[in-house]
């Protein structure tokens, strides 16, 4: 069977090509794709040719959202004409993919990251929960770090990532600051995510932050700029907590001395945990989490060479990404 689908030739080249997918197997099930998100991020460096665990051609994407047209015998709990949630689909041969969830139909193994979420949905909430993945991220580096009420959180980069830890964090009783250099961005998080936001563009940062408070319990950094870790350390408490949420290509240098001098406890988190993901879609299905003004592109998967060309060279005019694969 063919199918639709995105996909990354080489460094920079983006297809939308018809590709084989395989026949469906007892304990999977197959989706009519509704939307994919981006995670801008990731597929960023990997469109860059700058993640190494990269192999073109890939079909990218790890979030996606559509209705179950047909359920393999072992199939129990989901039934065709089901909403799911997931984050993997398997592809054929010569296409790898990490998760490959950009294409218009897709097989999908039934287990704990595919998520049933209804039957009937409206256009603005399939938009918002085809990002859950998303906050999934942002929750993972937070539970690893076991927030306690009140603790003072400092999240530098307000990406969708970013803007998800800064909900988080507020939905767990915390005091949150965010920072970023997007002017955009901290409007944004001044009215949706943050008790406070700064934008730190131009200006010296560590003294731009102290300006609303000296140290932080906790400080969780999206950036992926090892430049910036080192800058941030300076506003750590001793022995206060480090979530590194970025993904920091090739080599870093990190000054070791300052962090060791704080007695910090840094968290490395990668991916998402089922459990993460499902408290996510659950927060935002009750609009316990604000999606909606983050959401900047809502785009045909045609349009997905366009689409990656403004994430490649512009950056920051992009926030929450969404391919609709029904029209």
């Not at 250099?181 to 943050?194: L, N, T």
């Amino acid at each position: 069977m063919k199918t639709t689908a995105i996909v990354f030739e080489d460094v920079e080249k983006v297809e939308i090509k018809e590709i084989e997918i395989p026949e469906m197997e007892n304990d999977e099930i197959m989706v009519d794709v509704m939307r994919t998100g981006v995670s801008v991020g990731t597929e960023r460096w990997a469109l860059s040719g700058l993640r190494p665990d990269t192999v073109f051609p890939l079909v990218p994407g790890y979030q996606g959202i559509g209705r179950v047209i047909n359920t393999g015998e072992k199939v129990s709990d989901i039934e065709i004409g089901d909403i799911v949630y997931f984050v993997h689909s398997r592809v054929e041969k010569p296409y790898s993919s990490w998760s490959g969830t950009h294409l218009s139909t897709a097989i999908v193994k039934v287990n704990p990251y595919c998520v049933k979420i209804g039957r009937k949905l409206d256009e603005q909430e399939i938009n918002c929960l085809a990002l859950s993945a998303l906050a999934a991220v942002s929750c993972r580096g937070i539970e690893m770090a076991k927030v306690s009420l009140g603790e003072k959180c400092l999240v530098v980069g307000l990406g969708f990532i970013g803007q998800m830890a800064c909900q988080i964090m507020k939905l767990k009783g915390c005091e949150v600051v965010g920072a970023d250099v997007i002017e955009k961005r901290v409007k944004i998080a001044k009215k949706y995510s943050c008790d406070e936001a700064i934008n730190v563009g131009g200006k010296t940062f560590v003294e731009e932050i102290k300006k609303i408070s000296h140290f932080f319990d906790i400080i969780i950094d999206t950036t992926g700029s090892d430049r910036m870790l080192n800058e941030e350390i300076h506003l750590l408490k001793f022995g206060g907590k480090f979530v590194w949420q970025g993904w920091y290509p090739g080599e870093s240098k990190i000054n070791y001395h300052n962090f060791h001098a704080k007695l910090a406890t840094v968290y490395m988190p990668c991916y998402f945990t089922a459990e993460a993901l499902r408290q996510s879609i659950k927060w935002i299905a009750e609009r316990k989490l604000t999606i909606l003004p983050l959401i900047t592109t809502v785009a045909s998967y045609k349009m997905a060479k366009e689409v990656y060309s403004k994430i490649l060279n512009e950056p920051s005019e992009i926030l929450g990404v969404i391919f609709n694969w029904e029209k």
